[in-house]
Structures are given as structure tokens and as C-alpha cells.
């Protein structure tokens, strides 16, 4: 079992930064490549970001390309995802996720991750 923790979420300005972060506990957190999605109102989950366990590997939504960027810790079991230039429909819960899959194609699907965090809320006023 993995038990993953979001923190950092809140009300910012359009134009402002986030950064997330999400503490994984439970097992070796190294063995997990771990992604972000986010959920809008009204709106279905949608992939944001993947780092593979090294950290060697990013994998960006269009929607996020340029303005996110998807980092981690192993020593410190925590994968971070900085926000800029944020926009109003960048408003969501954010979930962090821990999947064994390899493939970064398959970073991309909800179904892929095997662990999940409760999710923090980003809200961004325009």
C-alpha cells in the first residue's frame, strides 16, 4: 500500500504560482513513476503531469505545457508540481497518483495508477 498526501492547494490570482506537493508514505516510494490530474467543476478528471521514478522522464498535458513543471524527491517521498501563470479554468482538485506502469504513453490514463491522494483544491480567481 501507498498512502499519498496532497498539499499546497488554495486561492491564488490568475497570473499567480502554486506549487503542490504530495507526500507518499508506505512502500518505496522509488518504485512508483507518479502523476498529477485534476478535476474542474463540472468537468471530468484530466491528466496533468507524469515523472517517471528516476525523475528522468516528464510527460505534460497541452493544456499545462510551458507552465507547469512536475518534479520529485525520493530521498524526501514527495513529487512537487509548480504552477505559473495560472488561469482561471486551471481551477480544480489536484490529485497525485503512484503507478508501476513504465510506459509514459500510459502515464496519461487515470486507470494506469494503482494509489491515490484525497486531492487539495486550487482555485484561481480571474
Known amino acids: 500500500q501507498v498512502q499519498l498526501v496532497e498539499s499546497g492547494g488554495g486561492l491564488v490570482q490568475a497570473g499567480g504560482s502554486l506549487r503542490l506537493s504530495c507526500a507518499a508514505s508506505g512502500r518505496t516510494f522509488s518504485d512508483y513513476a507518479m502523476g498529477w490530474f485534476r478535476q474542474g467543476p463540472g468537468k471530468e478528471r484530466e491528466f496533468v503531469a507524469a515523472i517517471s521514478w528516476s525523475g528522468g522522464t516528464r510527460v505534460y498535458a497541452d493544456s499545462v505545457k510551458g507552465r507547469c513543471t512536475i518534479s520529485r524527491d525520493n530521498a524526501k517521498n514527495t513529487v512537487y508540481l509548480q504552477m505559473t501563470s495560472l488561469k482561471a479554468e486551471d481551477t480544480a482538485v489536484y490529485y497525485c497518483?503512484?503507478?508501476?506502469?513504465?510506459?509514459?504513453?500510459?502515464?496519461?490514463?487515470?486507470?494506469?495508477?494503482?494509489?491515490w491522494g484525497q486531492g487539495t483544491q486550487v482555485t484561481v480567481s480571474s
Open positions: 497518483a503512484a503507478t508501476v506502469a513504465s510506459l509514459p504513453t500510459t502515464w496519461l490514463q487515470g486507470v494506469s495508477y494503482n494509489y
